[in-house]
């Protein structure tokens, strides 16, 4: 069962007293990629029988969405056996730690070049493509194919693209699967790193930023168990968990206009927080209120709340590499 599983590492109780509250924390990917590919075959199903009990105008669209769902699970799936695999070594991890720089800054942004000189990632595109590509159309597959087999320069270009939000550059059949192969790595480095250096365990965020890798949030977590009612952002491209204050802005840090939305009742355990001061807006997935949550799949599964609030003038300050803006 999902709920007795958990890719958050236990708590440690060795030193007496309060325990402080970590600014960033690292998940088991194991087990994140395991509940993640889970959850998404949970809501494929519950999508499908919808799509049965609805009325016939509905259906389609519901069996479309589990079609998607489906295939997602199965590409997270291919993301843990990359990891299991094919783990990175500390050394395929050392272009990453030249863009941290050290101490608590912000990290530098990849540039086109060290894409193209990192090899773990390609090899992990073409590994995802060829393990989950088969669940897409023959005209998706070898668009796909064709761009594994590209020179390193090629997808390094659309790689770049991707990361520095130019979605509107990147082939749209490949951002899914360029995204999943590049976080499959960088998480992978992310955490090799955080075991080899302390201060790492202490970076903090700037404007709403991952501090280890800058990519943007997925949405926060209100989490559950030894840290219950704590909140941290999940970053879309490496998984780290930062602290961040409840009732505080992720984006411009005010708390004056904080507010809550949601289509239930005030303990729903997924609301959106947005901020008057700046018009920006996360999703809260309350894992003390439903801890079978998983932040980018149940995102998924609750789009037309993102519809809602953009009516209301709201602007989305994260990202679902599952559905890149178009």
Same mark, same amino acid.
């Given at each position: 069962?999902?709920?007795?599983?958990?890719?958050? =590492? %236990?708590?440690?109780?060795?030193?007496?007293?309060?325990? #402080?509250?970590?600014?960033?924390?690292? =998940?088991?990917?194991?087990?994140?990629?395991? !509940?993640?590919?889970?959850? @998404?075959?949970?809501?494929?199903?519950?999508?499908?029988?919808?799509?049965? +009990?609805?009325?016939?105008?509905? %259906? &389609?669209?519901?069996?479309?969405?589990?079609?998607?769902?489906?295939?997602?699970?199965?590409?997270?799936? %291919?993301?843990? !056996?990359?990891?299991?695999?094919? &783990?990175?070594?500390?050394?395929?991890?050392?272009?990453?730690?030249?863009?941290?720089?050290?101490?608590?800054?912000?990290?530098?942004?990849?540039?086109?070049?060290?894409?193209?000189?990192?090899?773990?990632?390609?090899?992990?595109? $073409?590994?995802?493509? $060829?393990?989950?590509?088969?669940? @897409?159309?023959?005209?998706?597959?070898?668009?796909?194919?064709?761009?594994?087999?590209?020179?390193?320069?090629?997808?390094?270009? +659309?790689?770049?693209?991707?990361?520095?939000?130019?979605?509107?550059?990147?082939?749209?059949?490949?951002?899914?699967?360029?995204?999943?192969?590049?976080?499959?790595?960088?998480? +992978?480095?992310?955490?090799?790193?955080?075991?080899?250096? $302390?201060?790492?365990?202490?970076?903090?965020?700037?404007?709403? $930023?991952?501090? *280890? *890798?800058?990519?943007?949030?997925?949405?926060?977590?209100?989490?559950?168990?030894?840290?219950?009612?704590? !909140?941290?952002?999940?970053?879309?491209?490496?998984?780290?968990?930062?602290?961040?204050?409840?009732?505080? *802005?992720?984006? *411009?840090?005010?708390?004056?206009?904080?507010?809550?939305?949601?289509?239930?009742?005030?303990?729903? &355990?997924? +609301?959106?927080?947005?901020?008057?001061?700046?018009?920006?807006?996360?999703? @809260?997935?309350?894992?003390?209120?439903?801890?079978?949550?998983?932040?980018?799949?149940?995102? @998924?599964?609750?789009?037309?709340?993102? #519809? %809602?609030?953009?009516?209301?003038?709201?602007?989305?300050?994260?990202?679902?590499?599952?559905?890149?803006?178009?």
């Amino acid at each position: 069962m999902i709920k007795d599983r958990t890719d958050i =590492p %236990a708590l440690d109780k060795r030193v007496p007293g309060v325990p #402080a509250i970590e600014p960033v924390l690292f =998940p088991k990917l194991d087990a994140l990629y395991a !509940r993640r590919s889970s959850r @998404l075959e949970e809501l494929a199903f519950e999508l499908v029988k919808e799509a049965v +009990q609805n009325e016939a105008s509905s %259906a &389609p669209a519901d069996e479309v969405n589990a079609g998607y769902f489906g295939f997602l699970a199965t590409l997270v799936a %291919a993301q843990g !056996r990359i990891l299991a695999h094919s &783990p990175l070594s500390l050394a395929d991890a050392a272009p990453v730690r030249a863009l941290l720089r050290g101490g608590s800054t912000s990290p530098d942004i990849p540039s086109q070049e060290m894409l193209e000189n990192t090899q773990y990632w390609q090899k992990a595109f $073409a590994a995802l493509v $060829a393990d989950a590509g088969d669940h @897409l159309p023959a005209e998706t597959q070898e668009s796909l194919q064709a761009l594994a087999a590209e020179q390193p320069g090629v997808l390094a270009a +659309q790689a770049y693209a991707l990361l520095s939000g130019q979605y509107d550059q990147v082939n749209a059949g490949a951002a899914v699967f360029l995204w999943a192969a590049l976080s499959v790595f960088w998480a +992978q480095a992310i955490a090799l790193l955080a075991q080899d250096d $302390a201060t790492l365990h202490q970076r903090r965020s700037e404007g709403g $930023a991952c501090p *280890c *890798c800058g990519a943007p949030p997925s949405g926060s977590l209100v989490l559950t168990g030894d840290r219950e009612g704590l !909140r941290y952002l999940q970053c879309s491209l490496c998984e780290t968990r930062w602290h961040k204050v409840r009732a505080t *802005c992720s984006v *411009c840090d005010e708390t004056g206009h904080i507010d809550y939305w949601s289509f239930e009742d005030t303990n729903a &355990p997924i +609301q959106a927080e947005t901020c008057g001061d700046c018009k920006s807006y996360v999703k @809260l997935f309350r894992l003390d209120r439903d801890p079978a949550l998983e932040i980018l799949a149940d995102d @998924l599964a609750t789009v037309v709340l993102d #519809a %809602a609030l953009e009516e209301q003038g709201f602007i989305r300050a994260a990202l679902n590499p599952f559905s890149f803006p178009a």
